[in-house]
């Protein structure tokens, strides 16, 4: 059964800082992982996608890698802003003709001004 | 191109009546998913359809859930009797026709049980 977890639980940075956050899996066999961002209250937003294939992708100040056989992906976010103070989901698609996410319990950041 | 619209967005219910919950796709999309996040978890899985077929209900409760997504009209989840535990946060995804690849998320509706 395929478990993903997020470390750390909350992160609280300087505006400016880079940082990374962090999501593990334990199973291997993905199709695919999302990085959500949810804002309090509202919706999710996808913020990058990495297929099973892939070992990273980048939008903007965010870069999200991917390392199937060691079950870890880490999303790293440059010149931090108080603007990214929000709760980052990790979700591992399962494949198949589901394709079903898994998500992570979360990440919630803070940046101060 | 409207994004999902899930609607209500706030719902509050007194124990034992019914909640249906409402999920319209982006236009071209035949892929709904139901997710559930109750409070201090993550989102669960709940139930996966496509038009007309339920395809993965493997999260779903086994009693008072019921969900369909007819020919026309939005997909709908149903909680008959609704308990306090039922409070939670639902989300509805959906996908392009053909492609489960992305999930495109509303902004789901809070369910408050009284």
């Known amino acids: 059964k395929q478990e993903v977890t997020q470390i750390p639980a909350a992160l609280s940075v300087p505006e400016g800082e880079n940082l990374v956050l962090n999501c593990s899996f334990t199973?291997?066999?993905?199709?695919?992982l999302q990085w959500f961002r949810q804002d309090p209250g509202k919706g999710l937003t996808s913020l990058l996608l990495i297929q099973s294939s892939q070992r990273e992708q980048t939008s903007g100040r965010l870069n999200a890698s991917l390392d199937k056989s060691s079950g870890r992906s880490t999303l790293y976010i440059a010149a931090s802003q108080p603007g990214d103070s929000a709760t980052y989901l990790c979700?591992?698609?399962?494949?198949?003709?589901?394709?079903?996410?898994?998500f992570g319990t979360g990440t919630l950041l803070a940046v101060q001004p | 191109n409207a994004g999902v619209m899930q609607n209500p967005r706030h719902l509050v219910r007194r124990r034992g009546q019914e909640a249906r919950l409402r999920c319209s796709p982006m236009k071209g999309h035949s892929h709904v998913y139901w997710y559930r996040q109750l409070p201090e978890e993550g989102l669960k899985f709940m139930v996966y359809?496509?038009?007309?077929?339920?395809?993965?209900e493997s999260g779903m409760p086994k009693e008072r859930f019921s969900a369909e997504f007819p020919k026309e009209g939005p997909s709908i989840l149903r909680i008959q009797q609704v308990v306090r535990g039922d409070s939670a946060a639902y989300f509805c995804?959906?996908?392009?026709?053909?492609?489960?690849?992305?999930?495109?998320f509303g902004a789901g509706t809070r369910l408050s049980v009284l």
């Open positions: 199973d291997s066999a993905i199709y695919n």
């Open positions: 359809l496509q038009k007309e077929n339920i395809i993965d």
């Open positions: 979700a591992v698609g399962n494949g198949g003709a589901t394709n079903k996410l898994i």
């Open positions: 995804a959906t996908s392009p026709s053909g492609q489960v690849n992305i999930q495109y």
